[in-house]
């Protein structure tokens, strides 16, 4: 048996022990040979991505131009989260236990006054 990543050999045994050394998308294939030496391949793609990886917007205008309407977190291997909007004045906007969800600026329906809001 062989394995392979990215078409170059990276062991030989029953069972492959590989640790990835980078981050990306890695083409992994195992090469099985019987005993009249015909061989089958089995591929797959993996993808390595980074431990954690957390991106917060510093600013987003909801203004219908459909660029940066929306508060929208973008994260990698984050399980447990919520986040919390306030005013400056400690009034709470917004709260979401979903990366899914985003905020669109707006309070009951109504938009929030522009300025600056807190994510404590």
Known sequence: MRYLINGIEV?????LNYQFTDTGHFKVSYIATNTFNCED?????????DEFQFVIPNVFAPNGDFINDEFKMQACGVYDYNIKVFTRFGEK?????????????????????SGTCFTP
């Open 11 to 15: 062991g030989q045994r029953d069972i």
């Open 41 to 49: 391949t089995s591929t797959a793609e993996a993808f390595v991505f």
């Open 93 to 113: 906007v917004f709260e979401s236990n979903s990366l899914h969800i985003d905020w669109d600026g707006t309070r009951k329906g109504k938009a929030v006054n």
